[in-house]
């Protein structure tokens, strides 16, 4: 057989260079093809790029994360006995049969102890990236086939410490980061949550049959409507008159009246129905910290990216919701700073109701900051 001829080249052989070439290009394309067809987008977000050097996750910390969580973080989030016990014993035990829920268990977990240990923050953190990484990959691949009455019951918990983390991750960012953005962030926390609502949408009636059906009890109550959380209740108040104020000092336009309005609506509806629905196992400033994403328009999330002042402003109104909700966790589950906004007229009850139960959560203040320039 002839031999193939070549040249040589002070970069290697041309032949060899050129297939080389041509290999790149098309793993680049792959990558671009990939990238585009995510269908699952919203969990880009909470993947972090780590260095290879710097990724040290060994067994022994692995169980301090599990014995940290089993001991103390499952506590957090429940103040019911019913839902704790499933938080401390169900939910481990469902994780050995699925690795991603195992992953983000231990990521919410190195959260928590990043919070509770600031001279080991670090190394917490990259705990967290690390094993937040390893959960997302293998929620994608499993959300990629069926949700089935086996699987789904490990989504949903994954889906729920995913989120939780999601909202520890962004705290202390302003501190460490300049470009960070709370609005952006938290934007990308609705998109998430909107997203994984999918799983309790298809798969309720397998939830509420399977091992994690003591989180989905419902207490006495639930026939007919009962009254507003005494928590929720000024908020609840102020927000039928919301929508007045905001016409009355301008900051309604014509065209996006409607959005804002039915934002509020939303937001109203979003209380009524976690104060009405007596669910034991979480408080229901959390239960309304989950829900109001899912109720909102996409055309008022498109009006928060455009930094609409209206727009902030019930946005401001919800995070006094997330700031009752960390007040209860007892850590900065769901974010805060002791960044205070400049006073508009508006601004003055979100950042007076966060600061009747401690500093203004970072989301609360920050977005008001945005809102006033």
């Known amino acids: 057989m002839k031999r193939l001829g070549y040249r040589k080249s002070r970069n290697g052989c041309l032949r060899w260079v050129g297939i080389g070439a041509e ?36 067994w022994i910390s692995d169980l301090e994360l599990m014995h940290h969580y089993t001991s103390v973080s499952y506590q957090t989030f429940s103040n019911s006995s019913v839902g704790q016990k499933t938080l401390q014993y169900d939910v481990p035990r469902e994780a050995l049969s699925y690795s991603f829920l195992l992953h983000q268990i231990l990521a919410f977990s190195a959260y928590h102890l990043a919070y509770l240990q600031p001279e080991c923050r670090h190394v917490y953190l990259m705990q967290a990236a690390q094993h937040q990484n390893d959960a997302i990959n293998g929620m994608r691949g499993t959300l990629l086939g069926t949700i089935t009455p086996t699987n789904c019951n490990a989504l949903f918990a994954s889906s729920i410490f995913l989120t939780l983390s ?35 949408r298809t798969s309720d009636e397998d939830l509420r049959k399977g091992p994690l059906r003591e989180i989905f009890i419902r207490g006495a109550g639930d026939a007919t409507p009962t009254t507003v959380e005494a928590t929720l209740q000024p908020l609840f108040d102020r927000l039928p008159g919301l929508s007045t104020q905001l016409t009355e000092i301008g900051a309604l336009e014509h065209e996006g009246k409607y959005i804002i309005v039915n934002a509020i609506i ?6 009524a129905k976690v ?99």
């Not at 394309?29 to 040290?56: C, G, M, Q």
């Open 266 to 271: 939303a937001l109203s509806k979003c209380i």
């Open 23 to 58: 290999a790149t290009d098309k793993r680049a394309l792959i990558n671009n093809y990939v990238a585009t067809t995510d269908p699952f987008p919203y969990f880009s977000r909470f993947l972090t790029d780590l260095n290879k050097t710097e990724t040290a996750s060994g």
């Open 166 to 200: 999601a909202f520890a991750t962004y705290p202390s960012y302003e501190k460490h980061n300049p470009s960070f953005s709370p609005i952006d962030s938290i934007l990308d926390i609705f998109t998430l949550t909107d997203g994984m609502s999918v799983i309790l």
């Open 275 to 373: 104060s009405t629905v007596n669910a034991m196992s979480a408080p229901v400033e959390f239960r309304a910290v989950f829900l109001w994403p899912i109720m909102m328009s996409t055309d008022y999330l498109d009006s928060l990216r455009q930094r609409q002042p209206a727009a902030l402003v019930v946005l401001a109104h919800y995070c006094v919701i997330v700031h009752l909700a960390d007040a209860f966790s007892g850590w900065d589950a769901l974010g805060r700073a002791d960044n205070v906004a400049h006073g508009d007229d508006w601004s003055w009850w979100p950042k007076g109701a966060a600061g009747q139960h401690g500093s203004c959560n970072a989301y609360c203040s920050l977005t008001l900051t945005a809102a006033c320039g």
